[in-house]
Every structure is written in C-alpha cells, then in structure tokens.
C-alpha cells in the first residue's frame, strides 16, 4: 500500500484544504446547500450533528475517496469475518462476535464461536440469577452485597465506566466496586467498606498475569482469609467469595480459584473492547442480565449499521474520518469527549484507552514507519464541570481542539430546572466554539456598561474568542443499557476507521510492554537485589528510594 500522505486521495485533500484558507463554519452554516442535511446523522434516537465541522459537504467526499483507497470496506468486512486482522498478534478481533445477537455464525479458524459465545452468556446469567435470588451466598450463608471487581485497563475501565452509567438500573441490594491500581490505598480504602461474609471478588484479568490485578487479588485473599490477629473466614471461604474472569485457566486455578468458578473468554476479545465478554460479569451483577443483555444489543445494532450502512451514511466511519480531516488538516493534536451527563463520567477514561492504546502506533502494518500523525491524546471531563475547568483553552487557547459534545435530553434525575440548564449548557458551548466573539462585539458590549474608552481598547483583545472551532454534537434520549451500547459500539468502530486510515495495527498494545519488564527489574532492587544496568537518573532514583525506605 502506499504511504497516507503519498495516496492520490490524500493529496486530492491537501489541495482541498488549501482551498479552505478562511473558511467559516457559520458562513458554510449559512450559505452551503444541504449542509446540515448532509452533515446531521439520525440512527433511532441518536442525533449525530457534524455540521460544525472545519469541513464541507465535498470535504467529506473527498474523505470517503480516502476512507475506499485506504480499503475501508474490505477491513470491515474482514473483521466481522472473523479474518486475523490483529497480525501482530495473530489473532482475530472479534469484540463484534460477543453481542452478535443473530444468527450470524463467525468462523475462526473454520469453527463458529457463537456456540461458545452463548454458553458463556448462559454461564453468567445463571450466576448472576443465583445471587440477587441468594441461592449463591458467602461461606457463612449471608447473601452476597456488594461486587469488587479487580482488573486494570479494560478489565475495568469498561466494566467500571459502564456501571457507573447505568446505575438507575442497579439491581437492588447490590453494590459494584473497583479496584484497579496496585497502590495498597485503593484496595484499602474499598475493603474498610466491606464485610468478608457478603462481599464477592470478581478478578478479571485476561491474561491473569497482571502484575496489579495479581497483587490487589491477593491481598483482598488474605483479607477474606484473615489471619490470627484479624480473623477471617478462612481458606475454605475462598471459593465462596471469589470468582475469576479470564482466558487463562491454568493460571486461575493456580491462583486457588476453582475454574468452575471462571467465565471464560478468548483471545480474539482485545482487553479494551472486553466489557461485552465474561469482564461484563460485574456490569450483569450490578445491572442484572437483561440489563446486560440489552446493552449487547445496542451493540449488535450499532455493528449492524456499521457493517451494511454505505459509507456516506455510516456514523462511526464519518466521525472517524472528520476526526482524522480535523488533525491532519487542521493541525489538531488532541480530542476532547465531553458528556454533559455526570453518569458517563469515567467514558473519557474508557475512551482513552481504547483510542490511544489501539491507535498510539508509530509504524504501519507492514511495520514501516508512519509518515503522518495517528491518533490523537483523548481526554476529556463531564459537563458542566470542565466547562469550570479547562473549557478556557478550548475557546481562547493556541490549540484546536476538536470536541464531541455527548447528552441525553432526558434524565433520570428529574430536579427543578437542572437537566434544563444542562442541555442549554452543551448546546450554548458548540454554538460558542463555533461563533465566537469578535472585537467589535466586545468593544460594543464593553461600551455598554460604561467604561470608558482606553479602558476598552485595553481589555478587548482578551475577551475576543476566535470562534470557528470545531464540534460534534450527539444527542440521545437517555442512558439506557440499550443506547449506551450504541455509543460505546460506534466510538469502537470510530477506532477501526481511523486505524484503517493511518495504516497501522489497531489491536496490539507492544507499547505497554516495555515499562512493565523494566518494572520487574527495578523491584528486585527496591528489595534489595543487585543493581540493575540503567541510566545514571535511573539509579539515583533508585538509590534515593531504597534510602528513605531503609
Ligand atoms: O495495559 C496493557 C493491558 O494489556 C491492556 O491492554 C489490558 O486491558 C490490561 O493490560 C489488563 O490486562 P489483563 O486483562 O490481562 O489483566
């Protein structure tokens, strides 16, 4: 393949954009036909507005030309396949096969794993049942209260972020925790909140050798066993009281936990697309099956658009493109995901991970280097509070960056004027972002309250807002199982599009490997061991910390 840059539909853009010298998005508002027909999205309820978008409705032909040279289509096509597009890895990434709620079988190897996809879904709701109707209980007979997931990475962003979003559908007389980082604190502090006798540890971890998942389901082991200072429930109990999520049954059992007490998952689930497998098991808990299952489905129906929608109508392929318009043409380096919904709080931290672990990639493919930017830093806070926060550089700052705006326009949350004032927040700020203010405005404004002119003249410049910056828009009805599925599934394949696009393996994650192995090294000498080879800042650090721990 050839390079990005080098491709004939690239140039064909660069040469576009360079038509767009002093382009105006309110000006492309007001005069370009069908603009807003063209660049606004309907699926169900889910609005999906682009127009304010540094781009034109030939902006984004000209971007599908690109998306078809790069062999959009045929990469789709492959991964719902079942084809081992992961080839680093040899795998294939099949996120897609676990909410694929037809009868669609999905070949690996020339097996179909709907069969095993559907047992382990049967597994899980029979588990989740025997809980919240008490015939599972802890070693002492109580009923089971409260869930502590232990996982990192996928193995709780997605399962964290979406009980978080769901919790008016928290099943009652149950409580989620998460426990991710190995600093003892976050472990601690959940446990002071827990009783031994009703709490269950679901360890989730794919591979079941993270060293902070490891770490964390020991020492939650220990707590539950106890010991003759702080008795426990004893080693019996632990059968009681944990369950494992993993693809590795030898190192759950090996843990001490029964593999009939492990949900199963395969190799072709990448850790960051895993909140639809057996890692949901903590989100079924919480929300119940049904709950989980609709979540699946609004999946399914988001990969049902995705893989048979024309290109010119598929949402998560022209989010993805006019993602990659906005950072290749308008030199943005960051994007901002902003849901103006406190439930969706942990969905920026969701989102990085998926976009910047999949994404994060300097060589292509066929392992050449990249000879343009991939994907951006993510980031990104609920509305209203970053609008409090760091909403000042989005208007008034040096960088671009581009915003999706996500709200539901109902709540669960009914309260005087609050989701009122919420929805206009959200709308005021694209409006804002693509406005802005000029010195006229602001002179005419300042001259208003009075002050007089030099005083104008001076503090002016520091209340003009460029304006022309770009934003999306989503709005849905509310954050239910169902439509959250929806935007998580198409924030995925906004991955896959932009991967595609840059030319790189969306589905590898080398680059966490490197910190992990000299991690290992640098213990054994925080314990005491011999000193490793390293850089002279390295073994001061070292030396520093081994000092003051003496
Ligand atoms: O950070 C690297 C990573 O491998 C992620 O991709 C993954 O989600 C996380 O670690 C946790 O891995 P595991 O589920 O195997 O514990």
Redesign the pocket.
Known sequence: MTSLTGSASYQALAAHRRSLEGFSILSALANEVGRLDRMRMRHEDLLVDTSKSLATTETLTLLLALARERGLPARIEAMFRGDKINVTENRAVLHVALRNLSDRPILVDGEDVMPGVRAVLAKIRAFVSSVHDGSFRGATGEKITDIVNI?????DLGPFMVCEALEPYWHAGIRPHFVSNVDGAHLGRTLKTLRRETTLFVV?????T?QE?ITNAQSARAWLVGNEIDPGLGEAAVQKHFVAVSTNAKEVSAFGIDVANMFEFWDWVG??YSLWSAIGLSIALTVGMDHFMALLEGGHVMDEHFRTTPLEENIPTLLGLLGVWHAHFWDAHTFAVLPYDQSMHRFAAWLQ?GDM?SNGKSVTLAGEKVDAPTGPVVWGEPGTNGQHAFYQLIHQGTRLVPCDFLAPTRTYYPMGEHHAILLANVIAQSEALARGKNIDEVRAELGKSGMAKDEIEALAPHKVFSGNRPSNVLLFDRVDPRTLGKILALYEHRILVQGVIFGVNSFD?WG?ELGKQLAKSVLAELRGGAPGAHDASTRALIAEVRSRRE
């Not at 996982?151 to 193995?155: A, H, L, N, P, T």
Request: glycine share 22%; charged share 15%; aromatic share 6%.
């Open positions: 996982g990192i990475g996928g193995s989730a971890s794919k591979t079941f993270t998942t850790g960051r991970q672990e994650q966490v």
